[in-house]
């Protein structure tokens, strides 16, 4: 398993992705109106202008959010080795919990989490 393996598995995923789109740009059916160009939101049509700036701070809660979901994603091959590896692994997520607590008490400090 060296580098043939990896471009082998690069031109596997660009020709089943192009072969997705030019499957999908056969088989549908396009149609094109007035309506479609327009924004839409929950079917309630829009009155003045749609592209509204955003308060950064939502985009900051969901990276938050994001930070700590992707942190149970490490939890569980933790779970699984943690047996074999013995207290060395208690140690290791102990610390990285303590990494992550800091990085808590850092957005807390700074208003991040304060829904607005």
Request: aromatic share 16%.
């Amino acid at each position: 398993m060296g580098a043939s393996s990896m471009i082998i598995l690069i031109l596997a995923a660009l020709a089943f992705s192009i072969i997705a789109v030019l499957v999908s740009k056969i088989v549908t059916k396009t149609t094109s109106n007035k309506a479609k160009l327009e924004p839409y939101e929950c079917g309630i049509p829009t009155t003045g202008q749609t592209w509204v700036q955003l308060n950064v701070g939502y985009y900051l809660f969901a990276l938050i959010f994001l930070i700590f979901d992707v942190e149970l994603v490490f939890l569980y091959p933790w779970a699984v080795v943690a047996k074999k590896v013995g207290w060395m692994a208690l140690v290791e997520i102990i610390i990285f919990f303590f990494i992550l607590f800091m990085g808590f008490l850092y957005a807390h400090k700074k208003g991040a989490l304060k829904w607005l």
